[in-house]
């Protein structure tokens, strides 16, 4: 079993940044790949951005390249999103997710996820 914590979302003006937090309990968390979606209203959910277990490799959504960028500390069991130059259209619940199996596809195989975290970007 695999427990995640999102937290770091909040009210923000186009522009600015913000990060968001992952924190894991329950296993080693070096042994999960590790992602974050986001789902908007009246959208579907999209992965915005996922990270190796060793942190080697990395994928970002093409919105979102440039601006995001992932990271995780294994001694701390968390991952993060830092966000920058955010825009209205990034406002989403943010969902940390988490996989144990093995594969090169960033979409699938998550099998726990948090909570959600809300971002809202004010224009």
């Known amino acids: 079993q695999v427990q995640l914590v999102e937290s770091g979302g909040g009210l923000v003006q186009a522009g600015d940044s913000l990060r968001l937090s992952c924190a894991a309990s329950?296993?080693?968390?070096?042994?999960?790949?590790m992602g974050w979606f986001r789902q908007a209203p009246g959208k579907e959910r999209e992965l915005v951005a996922a990270?190796?277990?060793?942190?080697?490799?990395?994928y970002y959504a093409d919105s979102v390249k440039g601006r995001f960028t992932i990271s995780r500390d294994n001694t701390k069991n968390a991952m993060y999103l830092q966000m920058s130059s955010l825009e209205p259209e990034d406002t989403a619940v943010y969902y940390c997710?988490?996989?144990?199996?093995?594969?090169?596809?960033?979409?699938?195989?998550?099998?726990?996820w948090g909570q959600g975290t809300q971002v809202t970007v004010s224009s």
């Open positions: 990270i190796s277990r060793g942190a080697l490799r990395t």
């Open positions: 329950g296993r080693t968390f070096s042994s999960l790949g």
């Open positions: 997710a988490a996989k144990s199996g093995y594969g090169t596809n960033w979409y699938v195989g998550y099998d726990y």
